[in-house]
């Protein structure tokens, strides 16, 4: 197992001393990194200590570093898991063959722009989430959210290696574009819609971590399958980071759904306009927010029908998440059934596969609602929190635009367009929601529209200081 150097500048797990043209580019590139981050990282906190965890090795006891960090000291770095003694291509054409340590000159600028739109994903949050240390709902809160943005920061750093390392001369220009692009910016957006809708709100954050980093999760589970190696292997260290940040998503909407069961027990009602009265999040309005977060991050997943992803896949680029479950692993000739608006249509499943992971990503989503809807059966009410239709609000792929409800049905524009503000948030729901997020910041209090964690960080308590503010 390799251990991760941190007496460079850089530190690293990849020997980059050895390489020193690679070293001098991302040395190049680390003070343009830092400055990005000053400037759209979390705002005004950059002199308070944040408990956070470091990782000092691959494997799975090298997260236990945990430490106080002012979140510009953060050592950002370049981390691989080990890689695979004699690793073979396990889908696709070229199925067997040995996997790529460099990138071959038909995939180039395939795989340079799936890498780019990943990295471009991870600062984008970190944008998004600028203000949210603002309004934060308690100190434990706080220091998730920093745990999280620095680590998107280090997600950025493993593609900008991919980019610097493989991709030559284009490979450190889009290394560059990817801090010049910001999350809303007018003229140099994000490259992907989710990531440009605006953050204002704690809850939009718990719903993007649940359902936004969850596609990540299945997007970083299909490149670990990918024979582009290093990406393979990139990829693989990133998903050890990436569970914290759904478990911040699930945790927190878990939560919300207790403080909310209390006050409906406390005031005798579900009349979603007491709890808001009392300051809480109503279910019908946590619903909306479920509605909104879902679809956009659905959209994510591309197209239903897609040329890009069969070509990804028969290449070896990239394949299905968890591809050792499945049986056939190349796909020429197998067919599926899809519902577009103009009905059932056969389809290559190769062209398909967007679809494949949506679908399988929409069943890991199902666990929080049972586990939420669980709770609102336990306190006794009826409402049950749903998943919308894939086919709702969609903006990529055969239902974009489509006026479908949230059960997937068709209905007439003008009564989709009438119905909308019943299920996503409307003006008057954001401005509940945001009315709600005073900053709470004394160790251990928390917000009165959120329930306390069931645990602090690494077995310290709840009430611990995990962020020193000076
Ligand atoms: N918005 O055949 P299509 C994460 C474009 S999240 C805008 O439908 P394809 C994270 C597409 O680029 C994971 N454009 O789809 C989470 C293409 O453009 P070109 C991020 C979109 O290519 C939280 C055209 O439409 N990682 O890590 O099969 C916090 C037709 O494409 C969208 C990745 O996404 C959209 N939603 O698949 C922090 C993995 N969807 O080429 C981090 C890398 C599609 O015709 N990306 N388009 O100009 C990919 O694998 C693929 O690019 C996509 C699309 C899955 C996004």
Redesign the pocket.
Known sequence: MSSINYAEKIPNNVNLTNDRTLQRALEHWQPAFRNWWHEMGPTDFEKADVYLRTAISVDAQGWAHYGNVKMPDYRWGIFLADPVADRRIGFGDQMGQPVWQQVPGEYRSTLR???V??GD??P??VEQQRMLGHTCPSMYDLRNLFQINVE?GR?LWAMVYLLHAYFGRDGREEAEELLERHSGDADKPR?????NEPMTDWLSLYC??YF??R??K???K??AESAFDPLSRTCRFMLTE?AH?MFVGETGISRVVKRTLELMKEHGTDDPEVVRRHGGVDLPTLQKYLNFWCSSSL?????EI????AS?FASGM?GRPDETTYEDHVLRGKTIQLATPEGEQEVPMLNA??EVMRESYLKDCEIGLKRWNRMIERAGHDLRLTLPSSRFRR???PWAGVPVDTHGRMIPRHEYEQRLEDWIPSERDRAHVLSLMQRVIEPGKMAGWIAPPERGINNLAVDYEYVHLH
């Open positions: 722009r799936l890498i739109t990943q994903t991870e984008a949050s998107e997600h490259i992907l819609t989710t990531f993007f971590t936004t980093d596609d990540g299945y997007q970083l299909s490149f990436e940040h959209d994510l997943f591309g197209s897609s040329s890009n992803s990804n990239k596969l967007n903006s990529i792929g």
